[in-house]
């Protein structure tokens, strides 16, 4: 079960279909410590070791279409 | 195989998702974050995730909160995985621990969770200075998934 936080108003899923969904206010955390750390972390990670190329190959096909 | 889950909610952005966890500790609200994010160039998600800790207003990454559902907890965020993916097709996931243990939980979220993921997500995993496809008892210390 998925509830979007906020107010009630129907929205369209990936089928096209549309459902209600309750939504309350799910805040923001983008600024917690924590989770700045962890994204700061995974950058210097990503940056030294790269991505996997299926995985780049794939985004771009997906950029192109 | 169906694993029980939390139900969880998710912000307008969908970037946050909380959930709340209920056993013998009482309840914990648990927060997923994906945080946007550059390397080389190249955009993608970091997947945090942790306890709330209401009296010090932010995520205690240092709590163990043995509620006795870890693997409810992981089939959550798992879940979350999911319908982010779902939201944002192009997006590449980037999951690790706060140390080895959590990487290793992430791990058999993975593990457990496989049947569903595998349904819609390519899975990598870092080992070995490399990234390989993901495969069940191989030890990785970071992982990487995207939709298929």
């Given at each position: 079960m998925v509830f979007t936080r906020g107010i009630s108003m129907p929205t369209k899923t990936k089928s096209g279909s549309e459902s209600q969904v309750k939504r309350t206010a799910v805040r923001d955390?983008?600024?917690d410590p924590f989770f700045v750390k962890?994204?700061?972390?995974?950058k210097a990670f990503l940056e030294k070791n790269g991505f996997p190329e299926a995985l780049l190959n794939r985004k771009k096909a997906l950029k192109k279409a | 195989m169906d694993l029980p889950k939390?139900?969880?909610?998710?912000?307008?952005t969908f970037l946050d998702f909380e959930f709340e966890s209920n056993g013998p500790n009482?309840?914990?609200k648990k927060v997923v974050r994906y945080s946007p994010q550059n390397a080389n160039g190249v955009t993608y998600f970091n997947l945090g995730f942790g306890?709330?800790?209401e009296t010090i207003g932010k995520i205690d990454d240092s709590a163990i909160s043995n509620n006795q559902d870890r693997e409810r907890i992981?089939?959550?965020v798992a879940a979350t995985v999911l319908e982010f993916t779902r939201r944002f097709p192009d997006a590449m996931v980037y999951a690790t621990g706060s140390t080895p243990a959590r990487t290793r939980l992430y791990q058999m979220a993975i593990a457990a969770n496989c049947n569903e993921i595998e349904?819609?997500?390519t899975v990598?995993?870092?080992a070995d200075n490399n990234w390989h496809p993901f495969k069940k008892g191989v030890n990785y210390t970071a992982f990487l998934a995207m939709r298929k």
């Open positions: 955390y983008g600024n962890k994204a700061e972390k995974s | 939390y139900p969880f909610f998710t912000s307008e009482g309840k914990i306890d709330w800790n992981l089939a959550t349904l819609f997500l990598y995993g870092f």
